[in-house]
């Protein structure tokens, strides 16, 4: 038991070993693990901050696509309505038109006199007018007039039947007379 006691001298030596150890502890989670860990710390929040904005990015991105498409589109379907409405007055060409459309419909005797025009309050809509058509068809059936005004719709897409009247005819039971309003959107020229 003797030899474990230790001198003075040695207890001192010691003690300052077990100070200077842990002040080397202290100096490296302090001075030099501590700066680490708050650096990491700053780099994972600056990645996650970097994640969420590229995430939205793509998603703008998908967004942005998507509208390129639409625009794409509207462009097309823009060029295409413009083409659809010829050169001159629509005084001039849409009654004809008619009468060659409901003549291929097996629907004889068309006239169409124009009712008025409206010019749109819109700014995008400036340069087109809407027109109001009546079209009077005064022999036809029920049948080829509902087959008619349906194809019309379709062929025609900026035309809309805003009002239809059907009259039975007196002398001729199995034919009708029917006036059309039609509402059509046109370029200014």
């Known amino acids: 038991m003797n030899q474990f006691k ?3 001298d040695q207890i001192q030596k010691v003690g300052l070993s077990v100070v ?11 001075f030099f693990l501590g700066p680490l860990n708050r650096s990491r710390n700053t780099m994972l929040a600056t990645i996650k901050e970097k994640q969420s904005n ?5 998603g703008e991105m998908s967004k942005a696509t998507t509208l390129e498409q639409q625009a794409k589109t509207a462009t097309t379907h823009f060029a295409a309505f413009k083409a ?3 050169e001159g007055a629509p005084i001039a060409w849409f009654p004809p038109r008619m009468k060659i ?14 009712e008025g025009t409206v010019g749109f309050k819109q700014a995008e ?5 809407k027109y109001s058509w009546l079209i009077n068809l005064p022999q036809a059936d029920y049948a080829t ?4 005004v349906a194809d019309l719709e379709n062929a025609e897409p900026l035309l809309s039947i805003t009002k239809l009247s059907i009259h039975l005819l007196q002398d001729q039971p199995q034919f009708q007379q029917v006036d059309l309003v039609a ?6 020229k």
Not at 101 to 114: G, M
């Open 145 to 148: 007039v509902g087959k008619a």
């Open 54 to 58: 590229l995430d939205s990015s793509r």
């Open 6 to 8: 230790l001198k003075k």
């Open 101 to 114: 459309f409901f003549a291929n419909q097996r629907i004889d005797k068309v006239s169409t006199r124009l």
């Open 183 to 188: 509402t059509n959107i046109i370029q200014k």
């Open 125 to 129: 809509l400036v340069d087109w007018m």
């Open 84 to 86: 659809m409405n010829p």
């Open 20 to 30: 200077g150890f842990v002040f080397l502890l202290y100096i490296y989670f302090n």
